[in-house]
């Protein structure tokens, strides 16, 4: 999408609503390739004209990629009324963009979530058949053994007669007390890995998700921290799928 009103990409990308943006065209604040924009319809091509706005240069971009580092007790929802959600973790001008979560992980549940408005590249992320992996650090209230790692690896019967597909589960550390492991799942049911080892007998006390893909969490980011992917990131990923 090259080309758009230039009205339309300043308001998609946060400056202000249609109304805001054409009073700021008003006041002489956008220029296109050093001249200054009197008409809000103007057409620009994203890729080739210089556009400042009150002497900042715009770069847009169609779809924007975020990675974050979910904290507990925040919801994977684009809104909710009463609970905060990721995208509440994101500035206006993000926000502005309409991005959703890929997929969700459960409130109590920390780790990597990618957001996006790319919906063709969340369906495919998303998309079963593409078997991408998801990859979980969790820790188990019991001893998890080997009888564990076989019936994930055949698919474990959940309560509602639902059979997951093969999972992959990589002990740690193991004892009566807490035991550490690395889940590897494709899907992303409801609760998925906590029913897993409920269905086993066993109960998850804390979860994290590490990776999605080629996507890994960014040890540098906080629980709530957020930043953009790279080109390098964004090409591993969509080769991944």
């Known amino acids: 999408m090259a080309k758009m009103r230039i009205d339309k990409l300043l308001s998609n990308i946060g400056i202000g609503t249609r109304k805001e943006v054409k009073k700021f ?18 057409i620009v091509d994203t890729e080739s004209d210089e556009i400042l706005f009150d002497g900042e240069k715009i770069n847009y971009k169609e779809f924007i990629y975020i990675i974050i580092n979910k904290p507990k007790g925040v919801i994977s929802a684009t809104y909710d009324e009463v609970e905060k959600t990721v995208i509440d973790l994101l500035p206006q001008e993000l926000k502005a ?30 998309s079963p058949k593409k078997n991408v992996i998801k990859k979980y650090y969790a820790e188990i209230l019991g ?42 799942i494709r899907e992303g049911k409801y609760h998925q890995i906590k029913r897993m080892f409920e269905s086993v007998g066993k109960k998850v006390i804390y979860l994290k998700r590490l990776a999605m893909g080629s996507l890994t969490l960014d040890e540098n980011l906080k629980p709530g921290e957020w930043r953009e992917l790279s080109e390098e990131e964004l090409s591993f990923l969509k080769k991944s799928i």
């Open 97 to 126: 963009r309409n991005p959703f979560p890929v997929g969700r992980l459960d409130k109590d549940t920390e780790g990597l979530l990618l957001i996006t408005n790319d919906g063709d590249l969340a369906h495919q992320l998303l």
């Open 25 to 42: 065209i008003k006041e002489g604040l956008v220029l296109v390739n050093g001249n200054t924009v009197k008409d809000a319809g103007l």
């Open 143 to 184: 001893f998890v053994n080997e009888s564990d790692i076989k019936a994930f690896n055949e698919g474990i019967i959940l309560e509602d007669g639902y059979k997951t597909l093969p999972a992959n589960l990589e002990i740690l550390f193991s004892s009566s007390d807490v035991s550490k492991v690395y889940v590897y």
